[in-house]
């Protein structure tokens, strides 16, 4: 007998130490274990608790690295991130997906991440909830298994979202709901690459998280809507900010641009009405010439300030119609011609393409009429300028040429910036408030066009903008 005890001890032993050791949390024993007789098989139940607490352990890690993070203060998705891999101990997935219901009832994929080649169910892919699975499981508050995707697919071939995961290389599923205060906010969805993956331990290791997963995606949630509205407070700012400075800039031209033809319609009213200045009729008429000039510059003035106060408030409306191209252009060069001759400047019309164009004629010769100003402007006397046209695919293009001196390239940046006055000055006395290529650009723009220029210093520049044509 006691001979035969003496293996059975030792192994008894062994057993003990390897108790002791699991006690300490070295779960990592090797013990000699046969089911063959009673003490064997006891090993084999000494292991198994091991294996068992080994698993437990690294559970509760996983659970302690969630909640670390969410004390962290981290968003979900940061926080999936980080655990990604460690979630692996205690679900088996090839993927995590979580998505998020909006308002709306519209569930949107958030974040996913996945260790197959291909990903087909991204980000931003969204579905409505209404009639949808999705809705059930949130109906009946429990995490769903499916076993089979392959065979779920086929019983519900329209189940556009599990075509995706399957093409992805999925087969089986677990789709677990997120609540905050029993409301429903959204699904994490852990997903396998082999079949039969999930049981219902793996839904119970969910239901321990969930709770506190789901009072971070509503943390996340809170903190993406006060971000958005942050930014767009801060968007709002920056362009209140723009238009303060734009109305200070304004007052300024309005004060220094408008005082001095009012003082000198002032002087020439009071020459004209005072008897005690015998002035002629040919003075009486230049004074009335100096006040009608100094009047209509006025005007314009108002009306490109009015222009800007419009645009810059969004309510630029087009009055679109169909436009013959040419006859437009030609009574346009007819407009300036007599101010150009005064200059000794030619303006020519180059014939070019038919065309017929949709555009707000008005609006539109505010643009052609402040580009062949500028031309006639800030030209030099006895120089040419043409006006040409021509079809180019789908859009027409227009422009005019002159000899003045050009735009020097550091210049060209701010041009087509409110009140942005380049070195070229007029050449016959004309005003020039740098309005006319800021207002233009903006019209073109509103039209679907482009507007630019090309230039040589000393030699001229051509301005042009394009339009659609009308079909
Ligand atoms: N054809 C041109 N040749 C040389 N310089 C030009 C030409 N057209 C415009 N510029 C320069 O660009 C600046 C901006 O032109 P823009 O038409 O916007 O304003 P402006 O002619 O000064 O004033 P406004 O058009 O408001 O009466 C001008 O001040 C001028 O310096
Ligand atoms: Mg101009």
Same mark, same amino acid.
Not at 195 to 224: C, M, Q, W
């Given at each position: ?78 926080? *999936? ?17 979580l998505s998020l219901i909006e308002e709306g009832g519209i569930v949107r994929a958030y974040w996913a991440k996945t260790d197959r ?56 599923? *677990? ?186 004629? @008005? ?61 070229? @000055? ?46």
């Amino acid at each position: 007998m006691t001979d035969q005890l003496t293996p059975l001890d030792d192994r008894i032993q062994q057993y003990l130490e390897a108790a002791e050791r699991i006690a300490q949390g070295d779960t990592a024993v090797e013990l000699p274990v046969s089911p063959n007789d009673e003490i064997g098989q006891l090993g084999l139940k000494i292991l198994d608790f091991a294996w068992d607490l080994e698993r437990r352990t690294r559970k509760e890690q996983v659970l302690a690295e969630i909640v670390a993070s969410i004390n962290d203060g981290l968003l979900l998705t940061d926080i *999936l991130e980080k655990v990604y891999e460690s979630f692996k101990g205690i679900i088996p997935y090839n993927r995590i997906g979580l998505s998020l219901i909006e308002e709306g009832g519209i569930v949107r994929a958030y974040w996913a991440k996945t260790d197959r080649p291909v990903m087909q169910l991204g980000t931003g892919y969204s579905a409505s909830l209404e009639g949808s699975t999705l809705q059930t499981i949130i109906e009946t508050g429990q995490p769903r298994i499916l076993n089979d995707l392959q065979a779920y697919l086929e019983q519900k071939p329209g189940s556009h979202s599990t075509g995706l995961i399957v093409k992805e290389g999925l087969r089986s599923s *677990l789709t677990c709901p997120l609540f905050v205060a029993r409301e429903p906010v959204g699904f994490i969805f852990f997903s396998s690459a082999s079949p039969n993956t999930y049981t219902d331990e793996h839904v119970d290791t969910f239901v321990r998280i969930a709770s506190k997963l789901s009072v971070i995606v509503e943390k996340g949630r809170l903190t993406s809507e006060l971000a958005a509205q942050k930014e767009a407070v801060e968007r709002q700012n920056k362009e209140l900010e723009k238009l303060n400075e734009l109305k200070n800039t304004f007052l300024g031209i309005a004060a220094h641009d408008l005082r001095n033809p009012l003082s000198t319609i002032l002087l020439a009213s009071e020459m004209l009405v005072d008897d005690t200045f015998e002035i002629d009729e040919n003075e009486q008429k230049m004074l009335l010439g100096d006040i009608q000039l100094q009047t209509n510059y006025m005007l314009k003035l108002i009306d490109d300030l009015l222009d800007v106060t419009m645009i810059e408030s969004g309510k630029l409306d087009l009055d679109l119609e169909p436009l013959d191209l040419p006859d437009f252009l030609i009574s346009a060069v007819k407009r300036h011609a007599r101010l150009a001759a005064a200059k000794d400047i030619s303006i020519t019309y180059q014939p070019g393409d038919p065309a017929d164009i949709l555009a707000d004629s @008005r609006r539109l010769r505010q643009v052609i009429d402040n580009l062949l100003s500028n031309a006639v402007k800030y030209s030099p006397p006895g120089s040419r300028i043409t006006v040409h046209a021509r079809v180019d695919g789908r859009m027409c293009w227009i422009g005019v040429t002159d000899e003045g001196p050009g735009i020097k390239p550091e210049e060209s940046p701010q041009l087509f910036e409110y009140f942005s006055r380049a070195s070229s @000055r007029p050449t016959g006395g004309e005003k020039s408030t740098g309005l006319g290529l800021a207002i233009s650009r903006r019209v073109i723009d509103a039209h679907g066009g482009k507007i630019g220029f090309e230039s040589e210093v000393g030699r001229g520049s051509t301005f042009w903008f394009t339009l659609p044509l009308n079909h």
